[in-house]
């Protein structure tokens, strides 16, 4: 949500994550993390636990939307080398 209305920056989110990642010895791979994501995405347990977890007045929240926006604009991102400039 952040990023579609609050312009969240992708890029810095992903850098962020992966330094925390890095500091606490468990870098993840995109391959891993998008396997990890599509089980949660089917898990009822895990689908059920969002409610709770969103922003009072949060209204039309899919999270099979918030799962593609993850994949494509998160995941996408993770291990690529955001210094090199093509």
């Known amino acids: 949500m952040g990023m579609r209305k609050q312009a969240a920056d992708p890029r810095r989110i992903v850098a962020v994550f992966e330094a925390y990642m890095k500091a606490t010895g468990t870098p993840v791979s995109q ?3 998008m396997n990890n994501l599509a089980a949660k995405i089917t898990h009822p347990g895990f689908l059920s636990d969002l409610s709770p ?3 009072e ?3 039309n929240y899919d999270p ?3 799962f593609v926006d993850v994949r494509d604009r998160l995941v996408a991102l993770l291990g690529v080398d955001r210094n090199h400039r093509s």
């Open 31 to 33: 391959a891993d993390y």
């Open 53 to 55: 977890l969103l922003a």
């Open 64 to 66: 099979q939307t918030a």
């Open 57 to 59: 007045g949060t209204e």
